[in-house]
């Protein structure tokens, strides 16, 4: 858990999406991390602070103006506490009072009396964020080193589209992960990852490709991230979201991916190959599309594409690299054979095939594989697998780096 030991001070101010601040507040604490709630006056007509009190384990703060709080736990004892002081959701009115530097209230007071980094996550109607006055306010915040999440755009509570979503809690808890965990154990490494099929053109209308979904190569560039890891992750065609702080390169063809990581992989420290690459292509894809004729069968020619996962460990400064193996049977047999004919430092064996694990769906199991060890991680939702996995391909990456 890449926030463990991390202190957020979590500011709610007065705007709908304060109703989406506890689940943000849960997923804080589930990567780690330990969340005092600050309230405005105006987020406690959208939420009770009995419901911030009950998800993060602590009394809500809520005025400046209680000797028994200040007691306890005063303004500034809490701008001192804090390791960052997250606000979220950020209305346009306590983006013009930090702007202005006002201490009106308990919020805008500790956020005027903190030394730890503060952000935001604005949160209005469109017309509000594009207005001048917004405008002028965030850039003043932004000079003054304030980190900005979002705003998203689409639907609004009032019914009309535009950017001034909140960011969803996920996205907001990624993104504070990426600001602190810049400390995680995998702080300065940088590690290239693979994802999705590779799809093979016959014509411009058909291809040849696989059932890969890209679901467990990007929880691997995930995880990785949320270690602290500088990430870069090379996706086929897959319609899945960029993990927030990831950099994603997109490429279609086996050809394409093994272009992109060739010239990332010598300035990586890890290379993880997710993706279900084709092993094959068609010697000619046809510039028309192809006519079925009058015969009862096609051949199509095809041949072998680049072992982009054997390049890469066979190249010069190659980094510590990592290949899964997709098998049907004799899972770990095949992949110890991989293991060795690959040359690579680790291998990730999936049962493929089979309902509910591997191919496009949300769980998976593996067995890890490296030269002299092995470790069953269980079935469970690739997410979790992916986290698993990377602290086995930290621990056998600084193994290898101290030798
Ligand atoms: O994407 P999902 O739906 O979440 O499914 C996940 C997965 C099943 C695709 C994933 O867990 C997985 O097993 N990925 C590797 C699939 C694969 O191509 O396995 P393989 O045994 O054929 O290849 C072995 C290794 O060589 C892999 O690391 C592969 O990326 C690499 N390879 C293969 C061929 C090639 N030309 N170049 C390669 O780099």
């Known amino acids: 858990m890449s926030l463990e030991g991390r202190r957020i001070v979590l500011g709610v101010s007065g705007g709908i999406a304060a109703y989406k601040a506890p689940d943000l507040v849960r997923r804080l604490r589930d990567a780690g991390a330990s969340v005092r709630v600050v309230m405005t006056r105006g987020a406690e007509s959208f939420v009770s602070p009995m419901t911030f009190q009950a998800v993060s384990g602590h009394p809500v703060h809520d005025t400046l103006w209680s000797a028994e709080a200040e007691a306890a736990m005063g303004h500034i004892d809490l701008a001192r506490w804090a390791d960052l002081v997250l606000v979220a959701p950020a209305t346009a009115n306590v983006m013009a009072r930090l702007a202005h530097g006002l201490a009106d209230d308990l919020l805008t007071t500790l956020i005027l009396a903190t030394e730890s980094p503060v952000c935001i996550a ?52 990624d993104r504070v992960q990426l600001l602190l965990g810049r400390a995680g154990t995998l702080a300065g490494v940088k590690v290239l990852v693979t994802a999705g099929p590779t799809l093979e053109d016959l014509d411009p209308v058909r ?25 870069t992750l090379v996706a086929g065609p897959v319609s899945l979201d960029t993990p ?35 092993d094959f292509r068609p010697k000619l894809a046809s510039e028309e599309k192809i006519k079925k004729g009058t015969e009862d069968f096609q051949t199509i020619e095809l041949v072998r594409n680049p072992d982009i996962l054997a390049a890469v460990a066979g190249s010069e400064n190659a980094p510590f690299t990592v290949g899964f193996a997709a098998e049907t049977s004799d899972v770990e047999q095949y992949a110890r054979g991989k293991l060795d004919k690959k040359k690579i430092d680790m291998i990730a ?13 949300g769980d998976n199991a593996l067995t890890v594989l490296w ?33």
């Open 122 to 173: 604005p949160a209005m109607n469109h017309q509000m964020w594009l207005h001048p006055a917004t405008q002028g306010n965030l850039t003043v915040l932004e000079d003054r080193g304030v980190a900005i999440m979002g705003p998203g755009a689409g639907d609004q509570a009032c019914g009309e589209t535009g950017p001034g979503r909140m960011l969803e809690p996920q996205d907001l808890a």
């Open 207 to 231: 291809f040849l490709g696989n059932r890969s979904s890209g679901k467990m190569g990007f929880a691997v560039a995930e995880a990785a991230r949320r270690l602290g890891a500088e990430v």
């Open 244 to 278: 927030a702080g990831v950099e994603r390169v997109n490429v279609r063809s086996a050809q394409e991916m093994y272009a992109a990581v060739m010239q990332r992989a010598a300035d990586s420290d890890i290379y993880v190959g997710a993706a279900a690459v084709a």
């Open 349 to 361: 064996a999936n049962r493929v095939g089979v309902d509910h694990q591997g191919f496009d769906c």
């Open 371 to 403: 030269n002299e060890g092995r470790q069953d991680l269980a079935l469970q939702p690739k997410s979790s697998l992916a986290g698993a996995l990377m602290q086995l391909v930290e621990e056998r990456f600084r193994t290898a780096r101290d030798e």
